[in-house]
Each structure stands twice: as C-alpha cells, then as structure tokens.
C-alpha cells in the first residue's frame, strides 16, 4: 500500500476511489503552511495537488520516496518540471476533464459581450432603461471567433461555436497543416496577426511560456479588429492588463472578459474602473461541480494506476 498526500481540494467519490487502495493524508489547506507541507513530503509515494501548492526545488529536495504528483487541473505553472524530471518523478495533469465548463465560459462571454449584456445590466439598474442604445447590438450569430491555442480545450470551443453558428479561426504555433479536421467541420490554421484582424472576438487558450507571457501587448492588441472583444480564461500573465484597459477605455476593443490575472488572488484591478463592457471572474471557468468531479475522479484512477494495487 502506497502513501498519498492531498494538499488541495478533491471531491469525495475520487478521495474514496484513493482510499481503497491506497493511504491517504487529506490536509485540502496544507498548501498554505510552506513549513508543513515541506515536512509532510518526507515519507509520501504521491502527492496530489491543484494550483495552489508550489511543487518546486525546495519541496522536492526532501522527499526521496515520491514517485507521482498528480494535478488536479490542467495549468502546470507551480509545477516545477525540471526538478521532478531529475528525480524521475511523474507528473500527471488532468488533460480535457475540465474542457466543457470553459468552452461554455467563452461562449457565454462572448455573446454577453456582443450583446452588450453588462452595461445594459448597469444602465437598467439606474433607472434609465436604455432600450434604444441596446437594440442597435448585433447578433453573435454569423460572426468569426478567433481561437488563439488549437489543444483540447480550443477544439471543444470550436465545436461548441461551430453549432452556435460562428465561423471559426485558428492559430497554434505547434500545428501544421492549413487545418483542423472535426466533427463535420475544419477549422483553418493561419497566422496570428491574420487571426486578429478577422475575429469578432479572440479567445486564448495558451499555457503560460516564456515565450507567450506578455504575448498580448498593446502592439499585438492593436492587431485586433476594431470593436472585437477579447476573452482570457487561460493564464493571465499573456495579456498585458494595463495595454488592454486603455483598449477599452478607448473603444478600440469592444469588450473583454478575463477569468484569469497576472497576479492571484488578484488584489488591484483599478486599471479597469470605469470600463463597462467588461466580465471579471477568480479563475471560475474550468470548475463547476460537474468538471471537478471530472478532474478529481480521473486523477484519483491515474494516480492508482500509476502507483498499482
């Protein structure tokens, strides 16, 4: 029987699927005591976290018996990967459990945006009943999206805007080919620079790289087309915060919304006051009840696959 430590929230039917065959330590609030979770590695076979736990050099450098860490998430940024491939150490996200709850975000988003949902929201709440103003918004229906990282989550987005009547677009610098064949549809690969100026509406689903942080700046911004929105569920650390809230402060861009920030738990978003045309979320659109018993479930039977009976 092998040890298992749990420094994060799991759902319970996974917790149970761990316990039957494995020991298992449930501490879902250890992550914040550095201390502690240092000493609890010591003597553990797997550890499983989500994004909260750092798992980098000063953790690793302790526990000698850890084979395994699974992730309950997709995001591998407080993972540090060299350190656990030196020690031939496992690392296993939960690829694509999460993928409908954040299609269904960016779809939502960006026919909130489109629609002009949220300043309507604002302008009724004062008394003023803009009916005039509102009508004049257009149908999302017949316009382009742009899909910026073409990996499972971007593929169930385009599916899920291909049905809502969008003409889909794509730009991932790791595909070749001119397109993407799915489900009784393609979805043509092409540059990003020609990605921007066509889309309605851009959204981005890249991990967080050296080369992708500060990827949307104000320069590539200012590609888009004008009045499109933009909508930020992968890692905040692409978008260039200040250079998108003078987009919009503008009017340039039409509208944006971000479940993701440069720093988190995001703390001063002051840059973005006043703008109306704008969703902020904490990191909500890949978990719902149903993805986390999805993420849960498939790294508890990952994790007791690796590790054996």
């Known amino acids: 029987m092998s040890s298992i430590l749990i420094s994060e929230f799991i759902t319970s039917q996974a917790l149970e699927t761990l316990r039957s065959k494995h020991s298992v330590a449930y501490e879902p609030e250890l992550y914040k005591d550095r201390s502690a979770l240092i000493a609890a590695v010591q003597n553990i076979d797997a550890l499983i976290v989500r994004n909260l736990t750092q798992v980098n050099e000063e953790v690793l450098v302790g526990a000698l018996k850890l084979r395994v860490v699974g992730r309950l998430g997709v995001g591998l940024e407080n993972i540090e990967l060299p350190a656990c491939a030196k020690r031939n150490i496992k690392v296993i996200p939960a690829t694509g459990a999460n993928a409908e709850s954040v299609a269904e975000y960016v779809v939502g988003a960006a026919v909130a945006l489109t629609r002009g949902f949220i300043p309507a929201t604002i302008s009724t709440l004062k008394g003023e009943w803009p009916r005039p103003r509102f009508s004049g918004y257009h149908e999302f229906s017949g316009k382009t999206i742009g899909i910026v990282g073409f990996g499972s989550i971007g593929r169930v987005v385009a599916k899920k805007a291909n049905a809502f009547g969008l003409k889909c677009l ?140």
Request: aromatic letters at 4%; one cysteine or more; glycine letters at 10%.
């Open 170 to 309: 794509a730009y991932d610098p790791v595909l070749s080919g001119n397109a993407v064949a799915l489900e009784g549809f393609e979805v043509p690969l092409i540059s990003l620079s020609s990605l921007l100026s066509q889309s309605d509406a851009v959204t981005l689903h890249l991990p967080l790289l050296p080369e992708t942080k500060g990827l949307f700046s104000a320069d590539v911004l200012g590609q888009m087309r004008e009045g499109a929105c933009l909508i930020n569920t992968a890692r905040g650390g692409i978008v260039d915060e200040l250079a998108l809230a003078e987009c919009l402060r503008s009017g340039r861009l039409g509208g944006a919304a971000l479940d993701v920030f440069s720093g988190e738990p995001a703390k001063d978003l002051s840059h973005f006051s006043g703008i109306e045309n704008l969703i902020l979320t904490p990191h909500i659109a890949g978990v719902t009840h149903e993805s986390n018993d999805r993420v849960s479930q498939m790294i508890a039977d990952e994790v007791n696959l690796f590790l054996g009976a």
